[in-house]
Structures are given as structure tokens and as C-alpha cells.
């Protein structure tokens, strides 16, 4: 763990020919057409992107003074993508996604053809910017941009790129190196102090970042033994192994080991060993390993780690992080060999569950505070009934990517819980929530410590500090699962057994150009080409007559153009695998036949599991 590098920018504007020289040092790449923010920001082939990185790094500094100085952040990365591909997720103020508003502008920044254009741009959002917030000196606002990095091999010189035109604009810049996606969204919401709520301790470097969510981590675990259900810690929960999908995730878990040692030797217990695998390095980042191998093939990943490392390893209790570290899955293997995947749904579920039952030691009616789950259309049918007929709980449906999921759960509900299946997501605890717990605490004090609604009270007090509320943490998310499964006294099995997934199929198809497919807000409907969800529903029907079943989700797909790779993506369930294959290979094939496929036919799936 190092310090973060301050750099001040001039306090002196450098003159705009300057500027204009420094974009023109890195023109457009000839071979892209036009750059498109996806799902989560700007994600391309490496040598694409200094164009784009020097602009963001001006815009960076630009948005940070159009929110008066408040502080924003810039994580370079392709997440999951392969190691040749990079990208940059940008962080407004409240450490979340940047504004869809501004993010139009940063399109047309990255896309300025020239410097002169580019030049016009930079000025107008200036002029914007000083009317709204005019200064003595006649310049702009503070600016300050952190910046982040993966261990991508080039991402250090695309963060060079970052800094120098953000200090180029006279901004502060606080470089923090190579840190996971989540930290980064921590460091800039910690950073803005005056947007925390009260109840988290304001954090904004490294070291508070683990301290803050190790040490609620652990007053979770210490409330195990009063409710004398759970506090217990199963054999095959002893050791948690961690892939760490060859990227950050898997040096940053090295911290937590370091605080875990300290916190047991003052006595801390229920605390499991870490184990990390797939270390930068061992291996290729996100390939035949990490989450959303994991996720999308059901199938363990591959360990690249030496030999030595993995001794004695059990596959009992495992995670596997992203590239980027801002999305988990669980999984296991059974005394079988069977591989189990317990997945963004799984946790939804579980983490819902939990806070609502909590909620109600306090809360028995269930009116005070309003809970919902935010899923998108990838969410297992089987999740979605279990959270309305089990958990009783909101369910609301959201267009995929964190920017949508996030905004649902902040609209929705005052206890929102979103995750995407792939593993990405988090709590959003809003004001409604604060207030009843400081109801809560008032109505109890002076009640007997232990009695089930305190208990239910302390839990819920550690909740925001330990979840990373600014956008998914593969770190967080995990020790939050692991508190609740050692709270329950719970192992992946029974976890496992809540529910059963429905088979389940993902896919992706090449067209020529994805933008002809459209689809309606949620994306379980394509509206676009006509005829396409006309022939996807008929498929769905024909499955339906074929496995004729009355009770249970009904076969379900749809297929939407990626917002991260140059491919439609297909997604189907049925009640059997065969069904589940067979509906994603119809759909695979009308893609390629109404929307432009290219290449030779996609081949079926030839179901191998029942
Ligand atoms: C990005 C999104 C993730 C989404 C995925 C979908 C963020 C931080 N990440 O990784 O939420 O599920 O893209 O990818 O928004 P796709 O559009 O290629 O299917
Ligand atoms: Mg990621």
C-alpha cells in the first residue's frame, strides 16, 4: 500500500495553444470511427485510446470545476475485457457514475475530429462553467481528479496521459496507482465528506478505505453468538479462496490478510483464512478464470497459481473477482466434484433477506422503511420469484450496467438492493433508513443489550460502512456475504438450496453493425428489427408448449447489442438445459438471419447436461 502522488496543477492556466498542441499530439486513431461511451464509459483495443485519454483527462478537470470544485475521479481499466483491451470509468462527485447529462459531452469531446474543434468545446463548457460559478480571478473553479489504474500493462501510460492533460487545465490531481475499480468510487465519495451520511466515518485513502469495512466487518461477526442462531463458522468456511481473476482484486486482498491477523490476535473470532489465487502474472487477466468466466460458462476457473500456493486448497468455499475487482461470484464444489455457482442473484437474495429480516426485529410490520430489489432482464426467473414469494420483497427490472441498476435502487427504495447477475452490485441506503435508526436507537436505549431488536440495531448501524455504496465491490461484497452465511451459520450449500436456478443459456453473435437492434427500457424486449420479437416469442411459445408446465417461470430470451464488446448478446432459460440450449440457439439464429450476421451461421448447442 503506497501513498497517493498529489500533483498541483499551474494555478496559471497554461494558453490554449498549448492545450490545442497537447490534443494534437494524439490525434484520432484513423481506423475508429467515432468513440462510444458503453455500458461503463469509453472500452477499446489499447492503442485506440491516447486520443480519447488525453481528452478525458481535460474533460475530467472540466467536470470537476462544473461541480464547484467538488472532487471526481477518473479508474483506468477494461474491467473483465482481455489484457489488450483498457477503458476509463468515470467517477462524479458522489462516487458514482458520471452524469448522463455530461457524459454526452464527453462523447463529443472524445470525438471532436481536431483540436480546433475539440478547442471550441473546451471553451463553451468553460464559459458554462464561469458563469455558474464566477471567481474573483476570472478563472475556474478548484479542480481535483483522481486517478486510478489496473494492472493492465498499459495502463500506466494511459494514466500518464490522464494526469498531464488534467494538470495542463491547472488541476489538482491525486494519483492513486493501481487500485481496484471500487476503491477508486470510495476514495472520490470519501473524498466530498459533506455527501456522506453521517453514520460512515469519512475515509478517503487506502488504508481507511480496508480499515472502514474490516473493522465493520468484524462488529458484524462479534453481534454473531447474542441471537443464538448463527456465529458459527462451518468446517468448509474455515478458508476462503480467492480467484483474483490474474488482475488487482488479488493484490488488494493481501491488506485485508494483514488487518484479519491483527483483528484475530486482539481476539476477533469467526474470522476465515484468505487464500488468493490467480495473482497478476500467474496467468492472463480474465481468461479461463475470474467472474465473469465463472458467471457465464458455469465452470470453475482455471488456478494458474504455482503449485506450492494451492496446497492443501479446498474448493469448499470460493469467490472469483473481476479484472477490476468491482463484481464476485460464489461457487463451490460438493463432495461429488460438482461445480455449484452461486451467483449476483444468489446474493440478492441472501443480502435482502437479511436486512429485511433485521429490519423487522425492529420493524415487525415491515411499513417503516420501503426494501426492493433491483434486477436486470439476465436475472434468473427462479431469483425473481423467490425474492416476491419468499422474501415477499420489491422486485424492479433495470436496463443492464450499473449506471441504470444504481439509479433504480436510489429511486425505488429507501433500502435498495441491486445486482446484476454477473456479480456486480451493492446497497443503497437512503435517508428514510438513517432516520429510522436513529428512531430506533432512541425508542431502544435503555432496553436490555441483548435482546433481539438491539442486536437487529447494531447490525444494521455496521451495514452502510461495510457495503461500498458508491458502485459494486467484489472486496465489500464479499465480506458482507460472509458475515451474513457466518451470521446464519450457513455454508454455499445451503445458501445453494434457497432455490433452484432455471437452466439457463448465454450467448453472442457477430453482425455487422449492433446499433440495428433495439430494444425496449428494461431490455427484455427487442423493438427492433421488426420482426425479430415476433420470432423470438414464438420460440419462447413453442418451448413453452413443449415442456408444458403449469407452475415455475415460463422459457424465457432476449438478446441485446453489448455495450462493451462488438457482439448481440443472447440470454435464454427454460425449465431443462436441452430447452434452455435449444431457445438460445433460435435466437442465436434469427439474429444472424434478420440483423446482419456475419461469418458462417452460429453452430446449436448440443446440450451435454441435463
Ligand atoms: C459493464 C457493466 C456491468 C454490465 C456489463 C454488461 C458497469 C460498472 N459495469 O461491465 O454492469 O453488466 O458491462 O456488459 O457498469 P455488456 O453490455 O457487454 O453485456
Ligand atoms: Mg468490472
Known amino acids: 500500500m503506497t501513498a497517493p502522488t498529489i500533483h498541483h496543477g499551474s494555478s496559471i492556466p497554461i494558453p490554449p495553444a498549448q492545450l490545442a498542441s ?11 470511427s467515432s468513440y462510444s461511451y458503453g455500458t461503463a464509459g469509453f472500452r477499446y483495443p489499447a492503442p485506440l485510446l491516447p486520443c480519447a485519454f488525453v481528452r478525458m483527462g481535460i474533460f475530467s478537470a472540466l467536470r470537476s470545476a462544473s461541480l464547484g470544485g467538488e472532487e471526481v475521479g477518473v479508474m483506468i481499466t477494461a474491467s473483465h475485457n482481455p489484457e489488450e483491451d483498457n477503458g476509463m470509468k468515470l467517477a462524479d462527485s458522489n462516487g458514482g457514475m458520471l452524469d448522463a447529462a455530461w457524459e454526452e459531452h464527453a462523447v463529443s469531446l472524445a470525438n471532436a475530429p481536431n483540436s480546433k474543434e475539440a478547442m471550441v468545446l473546451i471553451s463553451t463548457l468553460t464559459r458554462y462553467i464561469k458563469g455558474k460559478y464566477p471567481q474573483k480571478n476570472g478563472g475556474l473553479p478548484k479542480m481535483v481528479v483522481h486517478v486510478g489504474r489496473d494492472t493492465r500493462s498499459h495502463s500506466p501510460g494511459l494514466a500518464k496521459l490522464v494526469v498531464r492533460a488534467a494538470l495542463a487545465m491547472g488541476a489538482t490531481v491525486i494519483d492513486h496507482g493501481e487500485v481496484s475499480t471500487p476503491m477508486l468510487h470510495h476514495f472520490v465519495m470519501h473524498a466530498n465528506g459533506h455527501l456522506l451520511p453521517g453514520i ?7 488504508s481507511g478505505y480496508y480499515e472502514i469495512m474490516a ?6 461477526l462479534r453481534t454473531g453468538k447474542l441471537d443464538g442462531v448463527g456465529g458459527k463458522r462451518l468446517a ?19 491488506t485485508f490478510r494483514k488487518i484479519f491477523g491483527k483483528l484475530n490476535a486482539e481476539g476477533c473470532v469467526g474470522l476465515p483464512m484468505l487464500r488468493t489465487v490467480n495473482f497478476p502474472g500467474e496467468g492472463p487477466l480474465n481468461e479461463i478464470c475470474g467472474a465473469e468466466y465463472v458467471q457465464k460458462l458455469q465452470l470453475p476457473p482455471n488456478l494458474y497459481s504455482p503449485k506450492d500456493k494451492l496446497m492443501g486448497m479446498s474448493k469448499g468455499y470460493m469467490t472469483s473477482f473481476d479484472g477490476d475487482a468491482d463484481r464476485v461470484v460464489f461457487h463451490f464444489e460438493d463432495v461429488n466434484g460438482k461445480f455449484h455457482l452461486l451467483d449476483g442473484d444468489k446474493i440478492a437474495v441472501l443480502v435482502s433477506s437479511f436486512i429485511q429480516e433485521e429490519l423487522r426485529c425492529i420493524d415487525p410490520d415491515g411499513q417503516a422503511v420501503k426494501c426492493g430489489v433491483v434486477q436486470t432482464a439476465y436475472a434468473n426467473g427462479s431469483s425473481t420469484l423467490y425474492l416476491k414469494n419468499v422474501v415477499k420483497t420489491n422486485v424492479v427490472v433495470a436496463k443492464t450496467g450499473v449506471k441504470f441498476v444504481h439509479a433504480a435502487a436510489h429511486h425505488h427504495f429507501d433500502v435498495g438492493v441491486y445486482f446484476e447477475a454477473n456479480g456486480h452490485g451493492t446497497v443503497l441506503f437512503g435517508p428514510k433508513f438513517y432516520d429510522f435508526i436513529a428512531q430506533a436507537d432512541a425508542k431502544l436505549r435503555g432496553t ?5 431488536a438491539n442486536i437487529a440495531l447494531r447490525r444494521l448501524r455496521l451495514l452502510p460502512a461495510l457495503v461500498n455504496q458508491s458502485v459494486g465491490d467484489a472486496m465489500s461484497d464479499m465480506l458482507l456475504v460472509d458475515a451474513i452465511l457466518y451470521l446464519r451459520g450457513w455454508d454455499l450449500n445451503t445458501w445453494a438450496q434457497l432455490y433452484s436456478d432455471m437452466p439457463s443459456k448465454q450467448a453472442k453473435v457477430k453482425v455487422a453493425d449492433r446499433t440495428v437492434i433495439a430494444t425496449n427500457d428494461n431490455e427484455t424486449a427487442a423493438t427492433a428489427p421488426e420482426a425479430l420479437q415476433k420470432a423470438l416469442q414464438s420460440a419462447m411459445d413453442a418451448m413453452a408448449a413443449a415442456e408444458n408446465r403449469s407452475d415455475g417461470p415460463k422459457p424465457r430470451c432476449f438478446v441485446r447489442p453489448s455495450g462493451t464488446e462488438d457482439a448481440v448478446r443472447v440470454y435464454a432459460e427454460a425449465n431443462t438445459q436441452n430447452g434452455a440450449d435449444s431457445l438460445a440457439s433460435e435466437a442465436m439464429m434469427l439474429i444472424y438471419k434478420l440483423c446482419g450476421g456475419v461469418g458462417s451461421p452460429p453452430q446449436p448447442f448440443i446440450t451435454n447436461r441435463l
Open 448 to 452: 436490555p443489550r441483548n435482546n433481539r
Open 215 to 220: 473493522f465493520s466487518y468484524a462488529a458484524l
Open 200 to 206: 460512515i466515518p469519512q475515509r478517503c485513502n487506502e
Open 236 to 254: 468448509n468456511t474455515k478458508e476462503l479462496v480467492i480467484d483474483g481473476a490474474c488482475g488487482i482484486g488479488a493484490l488488494k486482498i493481501d
Open 22 to 32: 497537447l490534443i494534437d499530439a494524439h490525434p484520432k486513431p484513423p481506423t475508429l
